[in-house]
Nanobody, 127 residues
Framework: QVQLVESGGGLVQTGGSLRLSCAASGRAFSIYVMGWFRQAPGKEREFVAAISWSGGTTYYADSVKGRFTISRDNAKNTVYLQMNSLKPEDTAVYYC????????????????????WGQGIQVTVTS
């Protein structure tokens, strides 16, 4: 089992920045890919970004490319999501997720690819 705990969310104005963290515990060595997803009120959960646990390969949704950066610190079993130039449409509950089974990058945006999920953390961007 892998436990995931997000932190770093909050309230920020348009154009501001936040950094989310996701700490993994338990059988963290079994993780293959870590991803961030988000869900806005009344909308489906959508993919934001993902990173391979070992190689650092990254993958982003078009809506966040150039604004968000995903990174990981293997020594701390932690993944980060640096969010810059935030917009009101980035407002959502953000979830981190871990995939222990692996798969091609094209599958990383699929929520069904992930085995473990954090509890979610609120990010609110005011205009």
């Amino acid at each position: 089992q892998v436990q995931l705990v997000e932190s770093g969310g909050g309230l920020v104005q348009t154009g501001g920045s936040l950094r989310l963290s996701c700490a993994a515990s338990g059988r963290a060595f079994s993780i293959y890919v870590m991803g961030w997803f988000r869900q806005a009120p009344g909308k489906e959960r959508e993919f934001v970004a993902a990173i391979s646990w070992s190689g650092g390969t990254t993958y982003y949704a078009d809506s966040v490319k150039g604004r968000f950066t995903i990174s990981r610190d293997n020594a701390k079993n932690t993944v980060y999501l640096q969010m810059n130039s935030l917009k009101p449409e980035d407002t959502a509950v953000y979830y981190c997720a871990a995939d222990k089974d692996g798969g091609p990058e094209l599958q990383w945006p699929l929520s069904s690819q992930y085995n473990y999920w954090g509890q979610g953390i609120q990010v609110t961007v005011t205009s």
